[in-house]
């Protein structure tokens, strides 16, 4: 059963903090994802990544970089957290061969 | 650039009846539409997907069909029940590059089953 996981539920902080989401996963698959999921707008992508220390931008990659030091663990960030950056964030991954993605729980993260 | 529209936004029926939520997709080297639902507070789910070389899946009361000429797919459900009421989001894969695949997914659908 494949888990993923992230580091916060829910996250608060001020605008102009750096701010630091974390995803890990258990299953070995090349492919992590980074979504924010938005109320009208699904979920968008801001960075993928198929290969450690590989990265690709998304759709929304504006305000925001990624890091892949270790297959099982993607990290986003936001360099300088924006009002206009408070939303739902979602972690997914697949495997290469297989298009289905698992999601993990999200992070709520509110900027002030 | 790809996109997925989903519709509608919103779907309120009641306990028994059908519920059908469609999509419409850009990209023609898209072979992959997958379905997630989410539940309040909880993470997207598969539910049901299906690939360009199949026209209908059906998976007990749900059920996807597909029209490649048209680039659209729905998703049925029939006999709904209150467990049904969650957000549901169409999905496409965008082609196939560089030994990897992504999804752009549709905007969603807030369905509420009333009993």
């Known amino acids: 059963d494949v888990k993923v996981t992230q580091s916060s539920r829910y996250l608060v902080k001020r605008t102009g903090e750096k701010v630091f989401l974390e995803c890990v996963q258990d299953?070995?698959?090349?492919?992590m994802f980074w979504y924010r999921q938005d109320p009208g707008l699904g979920l968008r992508l801001i960075y993928f990544?198929?290969?450690?220390?590989?990265?690709e931008k998304g759709d929304i990659p504006e305000g925001y970089s990624v890091s892949r030091e270790k297959k099982e663990r993607f990290s986003l960030i936001l360099e300088s957290a924006s009002t206009n950056q408070t939303s739902m964030y979602l972690c997914?991954?697949?495997?290469?061969?297989?298009?289905?993605?698992?999601f993990g729980p999200g992070t709520r993260l509110t900027v002030t | 650039g790809e996109n997925v529209e989903q519709h509608p936004s919103t779907l309120s029926v009641q306990e028994g009846d059908s519920a059908v939520i469609k999509c419409t997709y850009s990209?023609?080297?898209?072979?992959?539409f997958p379905w997630y639902k989410q539940e309040l507070g909880k993470r997207p789910q598969l539910i049901i997907d299906?690939?360009?070389?199949?026209g209908e899946k059906k998976d007990q009361r749900i059920a996807v069909t597909l029209n490649k000429t048209a680039k659209h797919f729905s998703l049925h459900i029939t006999e709904t029940q209150p467990e049904d009421s969650a957000v549901y989001f169409c999905?496409?894969?965008?082609?196939?590059?560089?030994?990897?695949?992504?999804?752009?997914f549709g905007a969603g659908t807030r369905l509420a089953v009333h009993p």
């Open positions: 997914a991954t697949n495997r290469n061969d297989y298009y289905e993605q698992y």
């Open positions: 299953m070995d698959h090349e492919n």
């Open positions: 990544s198929y290969d450690v220390k590989m990265k």
């Open positions: 990209d023609s080297a898209s072979n992959y």
């Open positions: 299906i690939r360009s070389n199949v």
């Open positions: 999905a496409a894969s965008i082609g196939f590059s560089g030994g990897y695949n992504k999804l752009i």
